[in-house]
């Protein structure tokens, strides 16, 4: 069974090393602050309902994470402001979709669904389903381009809500640091597109070729750079 998720794809497609690092060694990654520090928001939105309380979590969460080492010599501040982004969240955009507390969600909602016969499973997960939208919560501090706004992600998960739910959702790029939402509009050549990535994608992967390293400037920010350039400094070509 071939597992598949939005990243799994874009992974592949940057460099086929990179994805099979990610599920061959996942404890090589070298995880950045600003991942760390996205996970934790990510965390505290979902275990808690008020502004003061996830606040204390993720201030509390940064230090056991980053800081709990008495072999560091200083002590690092987050990459970004957790205040900025709680106060976004609770005090904006929170207001904006669930004014009165009443409404029904569901946070962090895993998916799992068949695709082509069972051969492949595409995987995921949905930071917030309210009726029938679907917020993807964004920890970035700049507000998204037009580009950010079409990411594969979107799409991927255009599709795999309609698969299980039988109908397209409302998205949402949730903007935490502006406390704002921006409506993602997939257009139909995209999700023409989507489908057609999805397949071609899990061929190459259930050919089972060996994945090819692509370097250049991503390696820069890919999570496995240490551990594949070490590879190429010190291990011969194989036979
Ligand atoms: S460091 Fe570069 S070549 Fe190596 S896995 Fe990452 S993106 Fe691929």
Redesign the pocket.
């Known amino acids: 069974m071939l597992y598949l998720s939005a990243t799994g794809i874009k992974d592949h497609l ?2 086929a ?2 994805l ?2 990610r599920r061959e060694k996942p404890k090589s990654a070298i995880v950045s602050d600003d991942a760390i520090f996205g996970g934790i928001v990510h965390e505290g939105i979902e275990k808690y309902d008020t502004y003061d309380d996830a606040l204390a979590f993720g201030l509390a969460e940064w230090d056991r994470l980053k800081n709990d080492n008495r072999f560091l010599p200083t002590k690092s501040k987050p990459p970004k402001s957790f205040r900025k982004m709680f106060k976004g969240y609770y005090n904006s955009i929170l207001e904006e979709i669930n004014a009165d507390g009443f409404e029904q969600a569901e946070r962090e909602l895993k998916f799992k669904i068949p695709w082509r016969k069972n051969e492949v499973m595409l995987v995921g997960k949905w930071d917030r389903v309210q009726e029938n939208k679907l917020f993807d919560w964004k920890t970035g501090m700049r507000p998204p381009d037009k580009y950010d706004l079409r990411d594969f992600q979107f799409c991927f998960y255009d599709l795999a809500y309609e698969l299980v739910y039988g109908q397209r959702p409302e998205q949402f790029y949730g903007y935490l640091y502006g406390g704002s939402l921006y409506p993602i509009d997939i257009p139909e050549q995209l999700r023409y597109n989507t489908v057609k990535l999805v397949d071609r994608v899990a061929d190459e992967l259930l050919e089972q070729n060996e994945p090819l ?4 400037y ?2 820069k920010r ?4 240490e551990v ?2 070490n590879e ?1 400094d010190n291990r011969p070509i194989p036979a």
């Open positions: 940057d460099c090393y990179r099979y690092l390293r692509v370097t250049g991503q390696c890919c999570f496995y750079r594949c350039h190429l």
